[in-house]
């Protein structure tokens, strides 16, 4: 972790060692989780605030994806992700992750968050960095919906709809058909169908164009 330097990776600072006391030490990031930011009810966010944070997460996971040997997280969820004072966000708490050898292209699945879970990790096949990209999918639904995902469902229940009857979270008929596509294609059931994190950002750098666009003819409509 203390080799891991990027914007939109949590700083890892130093490590405590003593028997009495084992902990790591970390920066200091002011808001919080993205999962308690999001079910603040006093807390909404703009569409270009979502898509600014999904750029961050992308950013970070990107990194993480491309790093030699590259590393999945394998626990990725909103509770993992910390926002800064900038509403920068960064992705934290790498205790499941795997390092990926080169001699070794799929990581067996370890205690996770079933909610936030691809269907193959709930199924305990082989899974690989395509399985962070459906947990990324559940993050940018909750974006969007500032809900909890599966609220209603145990974890059992999450791992029989979800890897067993191919089941996903429904998403809200007003939700932007870009990012829509976007969420659809990070769940698709078949790993290798997924979008790698280049992929989506070059996506949602075209859809943080659009919004800009439309937000300077919105105002120049004003003006005139």
């Known amino acids: 972790m203390k080799k891991l330097r990027h914007p939109n990776i949590l700083l890892f600072m130093g490590a405590v060692t003593s028997p009495q006391r084992l902990c790591i030490v970390t920066e200091f990031l002011p808001r919080g989780s993205l999962f308690r930011l999001l079910q603040r009810s006093a807390t ?24 030699s040997p590259p590393i999945i997280h394998r626990d990725l969820k909103s509770s993992n992700l910390l926002v800064d004072k900038n509403w920068t966000v960064k992705v934290a708490d790498f205790g499941l ?30 899974s690989d960095e395509k399985s962070d990209v459906y947990s990324y999918g559940v993050i940018l639904w909750e974006l969007v919906t500032q809900k909890i995902p599966w609220e209603n469902l145990n974890s059992m229940q999450v791992i029989g709809a979800v ?4 089941q996903r979270l429904d998403i809200p008929s007003e939700v932007d ?48």
């Open 44 to 67: 909404k966010l703009g569409v270009r605030r979502h898509v600014h944070m999904a750029l961050d997460i992308a950013r970070g996971m990107n990194y993480l994806h491309h790093s």
């Open 177 to 224: 058909p870009q990012w829509r596509s976007i969420i659809l294609n990070c769940w698709e059931s078949d790993p290798q169908q997924r979008p790698s994190f280049q992929e989506l950002l070059e996506r949602l750098r075209e859809l943080q164009r659009r919004y800009a666009i439309q937000q300077r003819n919105a105002k120049n409509s004003v003006e005139e």
């Open 97 to 126: 992750s795997r390092l990926k050898r080169e001699t070794f292209l799929t990581t067996k699945t370890g205690k996770g968050t079933p909610q936030w879970m691809a269907p193959e990790v709930l199924r305990n096949e082989p």
């Open 163 to 166: 890897g067993f009857m191919n």
